[in-house]
Structures are given as C-alpha cells and as structure tokens.
C-alpha cells in the first residue's frame, strides 16, 4: 500500500510518464515474445473503455460548453468578431501544416525506389462534399449525438445558445439549467481526467505490443516523413506564430500543453483529449475561460492540422511518387484547398485521416487504392499526428486571446499548475469578469 500512496502523490505529469515508460516496457516485452493476445485480450480492452470514458462524457461537454458559451461571449467581446478570427487562424494554421507537408514530401521522397508493397483491406470510399454538409447540417439532433458526429451537435449547439440569448430574460431559467449541466459535466470530466495515467498506459502498451521496428521498414520513409513534417510544425511553425503575435514564449506554451500533447500522442484522439486540453487553455495558458470553452470544443472538430492537412499532402506525395502519377501546380493548389476545407469532415475520432486523405486522393484524381498500403502503419504515424492537432487546437486560442485582450499572462507565465489538483468551480454569471478588468 505504502508504493501506491507514493505514487499516488506524484505530480500529475509524472504519473502519466511513468506509465508510458512502464507500457512502453510491457509492450515491448510482449512484441519480443510474441505474445499478440495478451495485448488482443487485455492491453486493448482495457485501453478502449478508457478512451471510451472520455468519449462518454465528450458529446455532454461539448453541448452544454457551447450552449454556455455563446451567451458567455458577449461579455467578452464581439461574438461574430471572436468567431472569425479564431476560424481565421484555423485557416492559416492549417494552410501553414500543408505547405510543411508537401515541402517534406519533396524533401524525402517517400514514394520513390518502393517495390510491390502489401495492401490492406480498406473500406475507403469515394468523399463528397454532399456527405461533409451532411456532418454539418443534420437531420436529427439526437441520432448526431449517437453517432458521434460531433460538428453536427456543435452546429446545433452554437444556434441553439443564439436562440436562448435571443429570447431574453424568458430563456435565463433555461441558461441556469445549462450553466448546472455545464458543471455536472465539468466534474465527470475531472473523474476521468484523474485515471490518465492508467489509461496511458495500457493505451502505449497495447501500441508497442502489436507494433514492432519490422512493421515499419517497407514505409520507413513515410512514417519518417510524418514525424519530420509534424516536429516541424511543432518546433517551427506553432512557435513562430506564438513569438510573432502570441507575444508570450513558445517554450513555455509547450511546457503547460505538454499534457494535453502526451495524452494526444498515445489516445490518437482529438476528442478523447478535449476535457484535458480545455483544463489546459484555460489554467496554464491563461486562455479567458468563457472564450476557451467555445474555442477549444470548435477546434477539436473542425482542426487537424495533423490529421487533415499534413498527412494528406505527404500522402498524396507518396501515391504519385509511388504509382509514377506527376503533378502539377494546380493539382498542389487542390490539395492545400481540399486539406483544409476537408477538416469539417474529419469528426474528431481516432483515424479521421482516412475520411481527409481520400477527399484529397479524389480531388486531384490520384488512385483509392492505394490508401491500403498505409492502413497497416496507420495506428503508428496517427499518434504524432493527433499531437499536431491537439497543439493547434491550443495555439489558436492563445493567439485570438491576445488579439482581444483575453489573455491572462500572468497564469500563462507561472509554473504550470497541476490539472487534477482542484476540483471545477462553479461560474457565477454575475462574478464573470468584466472585458475592462481581464489582463491582456
């Protein structure tokens, strides 16, 4: 009992890096000795009701966080204004990552010198942008929340608060209902927070067991290609929008994103990390809370700067390179237009790659079938681009933050604060800080 307690009174972080040492060690012991169905029968279920946990209380979060608030931004500032610029920045955020992309897939040439590769069944198909208004527009509010389509329910979240501000003072006992359930939420969420460590652990236990350094060598250099470009972006590209308009250090914004970024990496899962990126926005990076809770929910829908932009543009490289298909100009200027229009139609669960990667493949008129070839290392190079997606996901924030006056700078330069070390306080519309007094 007494190694439990010691653990247990670790700090946050290092809880969650002990356990993806341990996995990684586990995993790896596993994949030695070929043992696939420990991690098939135990490493994998025990993973997926974890990232299924998260999942639970996602689609309530992201409803009553949007609901809340859009009547919470007009204190804050223009809503129409806030919403167009942090849609603004998602554009040449992501516009950045294609253009990262295809430079590195010119550099590396993943494509070239390959021999017949084996393909993987795939039940890829042809996407239209009918099926991405879709998404967008549903029919049935309550079969979107079933199914998990979380830009339907944020669609119809974002007009049904407009609607409850819109009707006045006759919607206020309606607005407390939702401010309760935004709470109720908030506290699920810190419940599930605190089993990250568990979670991680059988999450990259169950990575490094099915996965070995043989599965890797025929697309060494695809996989390579995704880690450069996203380390790229992560190193390069985030911390010079960070210096040049953030005005706060990039440094110090990986540091307090840096949980949200490890959990990222081995969920595979925008959404799945939302309840901790969002703790993230707002108590190390100083995000103003009632701006946070409508960027960050949006971001994890519609942003993947990993996920729809990188991996699209190197892997619609590779197929050309591969398949002797050449490309011109136009068909470059397509793909950055498809990468980054596509994302509405990525959802935000683990694998949203394949939906933005064969929109690409089909808009510039390269071969589907050629998507099977990457589905085997699929689950490998989607770890480090969801980490690209989370981060984006919280620069964004930071940078219309600072833009309006929103940021707190003083918590964004303390030491960053443990996120389960307080449980969510309830928010007194009444106590909400006024624009005048937040710290820019």
């Known amino acids: 009992m007494r190694p439990l307690r010691k653990l247990a009174g670790l700090p946050f972080w290092q809880q ?43 689609i309530p979060l992201v409803f009553s966080a949007i609901v809340v608030s859009v009547g919470r931004l007009r204190r804050v500032g223009n809503v129409a204004r806030l919403t167009a610029k942090t849609l603004g920045w998602f554009v040449v955020t992501s516009t950045m990552a294609v253009a990262i992309g295809l430079a590195v897939g010119f550099l590396v040439r993943p494509g070239d010198g390959l021999g017949a590769l084996p393909t993987e069944k795939t039940d890829a198909e042809e996407v239209t942008w009918t099926q991405v208004l879709d998404n967008l527009f549903p029919a049935n509010i309550v079969g979107a929340m079933a199914e998990g389509n979380v830009l339907g329910v944020v669609f119809f979240a974002a007009l049904f608060g407009a609607a409850l501000v819109a009707v006045g003072e006759r919607g206020e006992r309606l607005a407390a209902l939702f401010d309760d359930l935004y709470l109720v939420t908030q506290k699920l969420v810190w419940w599930v927070v605190r089993l990250a460590p568990i979670g991680s652990f059988f999450l990259i236990a169950s990575v490094v067991a099915t996965y070995g350094p043989g599965s890797l060598a025929p697309l ?30 990039p440094w110090k914004f990986l540091r307090n994103s840096w949980p949200a970024m490890q959990f990222a990496f081995v969920s595979a899962s925008s959404l799945a990390t939302l309840p901790i990126s969002q703790k993230v926005a707002i108590e190390r990076n100083g995000v103003q809370r009632e701006y946070a809770s409508f960027a960050q929910p949006l971001g994890a829908t519609i942003k993947f700067d990993g996920c729809g932009a990188i991996y699209p543009a190197v892997a619609a490289l590779f197929v050309s390179q591969y398949t002797g298909i050449s490309l011109g100009w136009t068909d470059f200027a397509l793909i950055a237009v498809a990468a980054v229009i596509g994302q509405l139609g990525t959802g935000g669960t683990p694998g949203p790659a394949l939906v933005a990667l064969t929109l690409t493949l089909t808009t510039v008129g390269l071969p589907l079938e050629a998507i099977g070839y990457l589905i085997a290392i699929d689950r490998v190079i989607d770890m480090a681009r969801t980490t690209v997606n989370v981060t984006g996901q919280l620069v964004v924030p930071v940078l219309v ?11 964004f330069r303390r030491p960053p604060v443990d996120l389960t070390a307080s449980e969510p306080a309830r928010e007194e519309p009444a106590t909400a800080p006024e624009p005048g007094l937040v710290k820019a």
């Open 16 to 58: 969650v890096v002990l356990a993806l040492v341990l996995g990684t060690a586990v995993g790896a012991l596993l994949y030695n000795v070929g043992d696939a169905s420990t991690a098939e029968n135990w490493l994998d279920p025990f993973g997926g009701v974890y990232v299924n946990l998260l999942k639970l209380v996602v």
């Open 220 to 249: 060494a250099k695809f996989t390579g290609a995704i880690y450069l470009a996203a380390a790229v972006m992560l190193l390069v590209g985030y911390p010079l929008l960070l210096s040049v308009f953030g005005r706060v250090s």
């Open 401 to 411: 933050a600072r833009s309006e006056g929103l940021l707190d700078d003083e918590t």
